[in-house]
């Protein structure tokens, strides 16, 4: 069974870092997967951030770019997202989940709500 489990601050103070850690279990992150970051602002749909593949590539939301860094930690099967400069604008729950084509996602961690604040 694969699961997936966010972890990190539930709150950020405005113009800090958010990081959050992605832990997977059941299978490996270097397996031919997209390990993506998702979150879900107030009011609105699913964003997609962003995701690190088994080669240890990295997209991101060009909407983000600029703030946004995903890397992994093999030995510990974890892959982290951070986001730099945060604003209250970035609060909502984040989520971690697991794509393939032509599946597409398949697996979703709980998710993690995060507050920043002003």
């Known amino acids: 069974q694969v699961r997936l489990q966010e972890s990190g601050p539930g709150l950020v103070s405005a113009s800090q870092t958010l990081s959050l850690t992605c832990t997977v279990s059941g299978a490996s992150i270097t397996t031919r997967f997209h390990w993506t970051w998702i979150r879900q602002l107030p009011g609105k749909g699913l964003e997609s951030l962003g995701f690190i593949v088994f080669s240890g590539t990295t997209y991101y939301s060009p909407s983000l770019k600029s703030r946004i860094s995903i890397s992994r930690d093999t030995s510990k099967n974890q892959f982290t997202l951070q986001l730099d400069s945060v604003a209250p604008e970035d609060t909502g729950v984040y989520y971690c989940?697991?794509?393939?084509?032509?599946?597409?996602?398949?697996?979703w961690g709980q998710g993690t709500q995060v507050t920043v604040s002003s």
């Open positions: 989940a697991r794509w393939s084509s032509p599946t597409g996602f398949d697996y």
